[in-house]
């Protein structure tokens, strides 16, 4: 396919999103919640797609299953052809994720500048380690009980985002680099693969105070390095 000039950027969830994607819920906080939550991620990457021919103002901000019709009839470019058939919040953070791994792979930062430590090329990316999605029944069983377990920071009550950053670095030698998507696409005593709240996660790293774990400075997306072992033997020697 040949293209002669710039592509519209269409918003995959609508600026005006209200009318035709309602919150299911009765509670004013949950919506509140929620709704401030879809303001945030409404311009991220993962709600943005390029489209060859603009859609008109009705079919932009119509339901999803309309939308997402419209977009694959008025779209040749391959990237739109994996929408999914749900979207809201999670989708959008997934293929944040998903375009943040295959941006920084394919415009890596270049060997002459600001020297920061390479991401291990044994570390799989996001798309590799993604499991098999569970059936929706499944899914809309155990949202209930899922959200009843959330605490404040968004992590499951019980289950520490710390334990998790430590068993995923567990896995690879001092000097490993992953990003916030890797970390949450590990699965560990803490969380399934995927599960771990990103914004969790994000917040552990920026804080710089897991055991083991640094921040890496000035590179984006954001970053963790494994610096020393966090797990010490009997004797207080890494293991």
Not at 69 to 90: K, M, Q, V
Not at 107 to 126: D, F, I, L
Not at 148 to 160: H, I, L, M, N, Y
């Amino acid at each position: 396919m040949r293209i002669s000039g710039p592509l519209p950027i269409e918003h995959l969830m609508p600026q005006k999103w209200e009318t035709h994607w309602p919150i299911l819920t009765d509670s004013t906080e949950l919506r509140e919640a929620e709704t401030a939550r879809r303001e945030r991620l409404v311009h991220t990457i993962g709600n943005l797609a390029l489209v060859t021919t603009k859609l008109n103002s009705k079919l932009s901000n119509s339901s999803w299953q309309t939308k997402r019709a419209a977009i694959l009839s008025h779209s040749a470019l391959a990237l739109n052809r994996s929408l999914s058939a749900e979207w809201g919040p999670e989708e959008i953070l997934d293929r944040s994720s998903q375009l943040a791994d295959a941006i920084c792979r394919e415009w890596a930062r270049p060997e002459n500048g600001v020297k920061t430590p390479p991401v291990m090329g044994a570390v799989p990316s996001v798309s590799e380690l993604r499991i098999n999605e569970v059936d929706s029944t499944v899914h809309a069983d155990n949202s209930d009980t899922r959200r009843a377990g959330r605490s404040e920071d968004g992590t499951s009550s019980g289950r520490k985002i710390a334990t998790h950053i430590n068993e995923v670095f567990e896995q690879y030698p001092i000097g490993t680099v992953l990003t916030v998507a890797q970390l949450r696409a590990h699965a560990t005593s803490q969380y399934a693969a995927g599960e771990a709240s990103s914004g969790a996660i994000t917040n552990r790293v920026k804080a710089d105070d897991v055991e083991g774990i640094s921040r890496v400075e000035g590179v984006s997306p954001l970053c963790a390095q494994k610096v020393s072992s966090a797990i010490h033997d009997a004797h207080g020697m890494p293991v």
